[in-house]
């Protein structure tokens, strides 16, 4: 029985105003779906205000224009918001690493403690699955597991995480293949569950 599939999941993405929150860099929007049994059942999407302007580089990628931004909440305040939504359940972001230096940031900026959740990286469990292919970008993953995916929509936050959620079902029954059925078991394996829940 894989145990994976019958998991709960978020599967959450970030546009931000840059690369690195150290540079002062922030989250312009938090797209989510949470998915059971392959089927959205909830979604999230808030656009934030980060009280700067953004580079035409930034819009030219997302789509996301300053006036889109104006008077949309702030930063705190839709972190707060997507962490209560979040419940307990398990998270999962294509290169988490990116989002999860900016979810990191926003709770040490704003006290509001640690960001304690499982999270999964697609990137990480393509790595694991297919660590003969080079490339493991998402438009790639679309391709290799045959999804229907608009590149033109690309890199809008509610759009990559519902996509993430499809590579994601893809990749757990892959895993139930080689005898890989529960949390714990992807625990053991490096670079896939990248923030552990305490």
């Not at 980060?50 to 305040?77: C, R, V, W, Y």
Request: aromatic share 8%; net charge negative; charged share 30%.
């Amino acid at each position: 029985m894989n145990q994976l599939l019958d998991e709960t999941y978020v599967v959450f993405d970030l546009e931000t105003t840059g690369l690195d929150p150290k540079d002062g860099n922030s989250i312009i929007e938090i797209g989510a779906v949470r998915v059971k049994n392959n089927q959205i059942v909830e979604r999230f999407d808030e656009l934030i205000n980060p009280h700067m302007m953004l580079s035409e580089e930034i819009t030219q990628i997302t789509s996301i224009t300053n006036d889109m931004l104006e008077g949309k909440a702030d930063e705190k305040e839709v972190v707060k918001k997507f962490i209560t939504w979040c419940k307990d359940d398990i998270l999962v972001a294509h290169n988490a690493k990116f989002d999860l230096s900016f979810m990191n940031m926003a709770c040490l900026k704003y006290n509001l403690g640690r960001f304690n959740f499982n999270v999964i990286d697609t990137l990480g469990l393509s790595r694991f699955l297919e660590p003969t292919q080079r490339y493991h970008n998402l438009t790639v993953l679309m391709e290799r597991y045959k999804i229907n995916w608009d590149e033109s929509k690309h890199h809008r936050a509610d759009y990559d995480s519902e996509g993430t959620s499809l590579i994601l079902y893809e990749m757990l029954s892959r895993l139930h293949n080689i005898n890989i059925n529960t949390l714990d078991d992807l625990k053991l394996k490096p670079r896939i569950v990248i923030n552990k829940k305490i």
